[in-house]
């Protein structure tokens, strides 16, 4: 089966290109003489993206969030932690009249009310740079690949269009940062 992404808006969309703690001109080159650290992505599921709904403690497994039963059981999600920390782990199970989920680890610090609940489909995939950076072509950027395994085109509700958000994380060391956010939908076509 053919998969295609089609962007489909980029309201959402933020840019920040600039050497750490210094301003810079708009459509700096992301380009660090002294190499990338890191340039990734992660794939989200705008509609599964929820908060805390109290302050948990360290080593809460069941925790109070917002529209609950937007999670589903095995779902893998992404906790901002108290301090801004990310904790990735699995949905055990949904109580939607309580407002709860019970996750499978115990959370390392705990959870302020307000710290954002999402699905990740997967880990953070690597990219790597192609061409010499120029603003002007298109033969230089990075790239990464999503493979047809990759847990959001398994997901069923990609054969009528599944919404995805795709943020992009640039990291060069000393140098600069940058973070994109495309919203897309994956469209899985019938045809081999």
């Known amino acids: ?6 962007q489909r808006y980029q309201v959402h969309q ?3 290109i600039a050497p750490k703690n210094t301003d810079v001109e708009p459509n700096t080159v992301l380009n660090d003489l002294a190499g990338v ?3 990734k992505f992660k794939v989200y599921d705008p509609s599964r993206d929820e908060v805390i709904s109290a302050d948990e403690a360290a080593g809460q497994t069941e925790l109070s969030v917002t529209n609950a039963g937007v999670f589903q059981e095995n779902d893998m999600v992404e906790i901002t932690q108290t301090g801004g920390s990310i904790y ?3 949905v055990l199970s949904i109580d939607s009249v309580a407002g709860t989920i019970t996750i499978n680890s115990a959370l390392d610090l705990g959870a302020n009310a307000g710290a954002r609940v999402r699905k990740v489909f997967g880990a953070s995939i690597s990219m790597t740079e192609y061409g010499t950076a120029d603003l002007d072509t298109r033969n230089w950027g990075y790239k990464g690949s999503l493979l047809g395994n990759y847990v959001a085109h398994l997901d069923a509700r990609a054969k009528t269009g599944l919404d995805i958000d795709v943020e992009i994380n640039f990291d060069g060391g000393t140098s600069l940062e940058a973070f994109d ?3 897309a939908t994956i469209k899985q076509d019938e045809c081999d």
């Open 1 to 6: 089966m053919a998969r295609q992404f089609i």
């Open 14 to 16: 933020v840019r920040a």
């Open 37 to 39: 650290i890191s340039c």
């Open 88 to 90: 990735y782990v699995q």
């Open 181 to 183: 956010v495309i919203c």
